[in-house]
């Protein structure tokens, strides 16, 4: 037999899921037509990708995309320097693991 505590959370559950979908919907059709211009939002599309503009991301989690990009200044130079530090060294690259070379190429450690 279900605790009255247990009916409560479901009955929860039950309205948190089922109340945000028309709000999330008019959410998202208000902003499909807002342009990413922002530098850590061009950054984080271009490491997380998109698949709107079926744009492939370069395998990170959406953490460590966020962790890479936020507060940059010049997605570019982000984006550039993790490559450069994640390739493999037969590539030009560093060789540095995923966390290594974000550490390396997250803003504050490029000023």
């Not at 559950?13 to 059709?29: K, R, T, Y």
């Not at 939002?41 to 991301?57: I, R």
């Not at 030009?92 to 190429?105: H, M, P, V």
Request: proline share 4%; glycine share 8%; with cysteine.
């Amino acid at each position: 037999m279900m605790s009255i505590i247990s009916r409560i959370k479901w009955v929860m559950v039950v309205i948190l899921l089922n109340m945000p979908l028309p709000l999330l919907a008019a959410e998202a059709e208000a902003t499909e037509t807002i342009a990413i211009t922002s530098e850590p939002t061009k950054c984080y599309e271009a490491v997380w990708g998109s698949d709107e503009k079926k744009k492939a991301g370069l395998g990170l989690n959406a953490g460590q995309a966020v962790t890479l990009c936020s507060g940059t200044t010049n997605a570019a130079r982000v984006v550039e320097c993790f490559l450069e530090a994640w390739a493999h060294p037969k590539n030009g690259g560093l060789g540095l693991t995923t966390g290594q070379a974000i550490t390396l190429c997250k803003t504050n450690s490029l000023q």
